[in-house]
């Protein structure tokens, strides 16, 4: 279902159901949980607005609406993490293997590159697959951008260290850092986390460790559950949505808004370095519900 169609399903619960009896809002919680909002999300989101809805005696499809999109937007934070001039800045792009990671890590480059970080370092620290590698590396030279990497099985966590050491070198900046994301062997990605989350905390200067959470906006409520994983083993500070241009739905990040408060700081619309722009949840929430 496509966020064109979620929208046309929402609104023909206002045709099929003028009376806006109780099926209306049962029906109406069944297609926000299709749009990708959790049960558990969804259920007080379409509680809240009907309790608004009978106590304002509201009943124009407009004005329904416009609540909803009020409660949605209230759920969901838009934050740019902060980069600061003459410190070393250390942002660890955390997520699944295969949602856009090291390709994200190059259009953050692109975006931060003209807007005067002074300098930026790509770190390979994903070093458990050579294509991870040999990607970062032809991004980086795409973009203009220095690439740290080691051989492929060495300690992500000395590649993160020396990106840092060549940011601190140079006056401050910011480092890129590509992790790894085997969520199938859970206790290893935890433990190797923590390790890569201690040297980045260690090499940042005093609060400029960041922990950025790529989400593909496809994957539905999957999102949510790869969201409570990494905020569990390290902590997220923002989410970046990839693949926004195609997104299936498009609720995860109400979710994850509502159920971890975790705000988002960019969407990813396309392949090209260039494709990536701040968040708006006004935006976002105006998409998702078609207005």
Sequence with gaps: MSKISFAQKVRSLFSM??????????????ALIEGDIGAKTAVALVEELEKNCKTGHITDEHDILLKLKLLLTATLKSERPEIYPGKTNIWLLLGVNGVGKTTTAAKLAAWYKPRGVSSIVMAAADTFRAAAIDQIQIHGKNTGIRVVNHQMGSDPSAVVFDA?????????????????GRLHNKE???HELEK???????????????RILVIDATTGQNALRQAEVFNEAVGVDAVILTKYDSSAKGGAAVSIGKELGIPVAF??????????????????????LGL
């Design 17 to 30: 159901q003028r009376n806006r009896s109780e099926d209306f809002f049962d029906d109406l919680t069944d």
């Design 164 to 180: 840092a050491e060549a940011v601190k070198a140079s006056g401050g900046g910011l480092v890129l850092a590509d992790t790894a």
């Design 188 to 190: 290893n990605l935890v």
């Design 196 to 210: 890569i989350n201690r040297t980045a905390t260690q090499k940042a200067d005093d609060g400029c460790s960041r």
């Design 267 to 288: 969407v990813c619309t396309g392949e090209k370095y260039g494709d990536i722009e701040e968040f708006s949840a006004e935006k976002y929430i105006d998409e998702f």
